[in-house]
């Protein structure tokens, strides 16, 4: 390891603009849901996010391994795809989401594509599982608070421990980390997924929601979730096989 190894892993998340955001077509819930969903990836990554600053980009690599069959997009892959594009060190979340839909990650003679986008209203419980239960959805989130737990959970440069709990965050406007939802569901529900505990004192028949981030998948509460969330994207399909 360097001796100047990071204390703390990167991020790389910009703000989208404000117009892009209000331009885009907004995602309409389901009439109805199941009462919990869960995609969880045979094999996750810290997809080079550590070190470097290109968690947009990491979180698109993780949203291709929640592809049925999953497909695994390699560290290197991500390095290649996102320095190409002079995203390795930061991005905004929209301009990531709209070069993946022209040219996505490229493996084994396969172009793997994002599809439609649409934006997401976090603030609405519906919505958002409605949007999940179709894939993986993209947030932009302040990360003061996701760093903090991570590394209290045992995160490290090699990645960090699935079933780690986010409850009690303040609210936090300041964006700057990109992370993806995967499963909502009863708090116990999920943590009997990720085979976790759920932690003293928390109330497991509350809703939650499996987050991904830094190599880990673990479960954020919902007042958690919506004090740190800045902005939400769905793609329909995830993926795109070209």
Known sequence: MPTNELKHPKRGATASPRYELAAAIPHVALPSLPPHHLRLPEKIS????????????AEEAFAKACHRPDIFISDNEVK???????????????????AMQLSGFQK??????????????????????????HGPVKLGVAGDQLDALWLASGGNPSGGNNG????????????????????????????EKLKAK??????????GYAMFTWGSI????????????QEAWLRTPTTIIV
């Open 80 to 98: 290649v795809w996102a320095t190409g594009h002079g995203w390795y060190e930061g991005a905004t979340l929209i301009e990531v989401l709209k």
């Open 218 to 229: 673990g479960i954020i509460d919902v007042p958690s979730m919506l004090a740190i969330t």
């Open 46 to 57: 810290m997809w080079d996010n550590y070190y470097n600053g290109d968690c947009v980009t």
């Open 198 to 207: 759920v932690p003293a004192g928390a109330d497991g028949t509350k809703q």
């Open 108 to 133: 084994h003679g396969d172009t793997y594509d994002d599809g439609t986008i649409n934006s997401v209203n976090w603030t609405v419980a519906a919505t958002l599982q409605s949007a999940i239960f």
């Open 164 to 191: 780690w709990f986010a409850t009690g965050f303040h609210t936090d406007p300041n964006e700057d980390h990109c992370v993806s939802l995967c499963g909502y569901g009863t708090i116990k529900w999920l943590a």
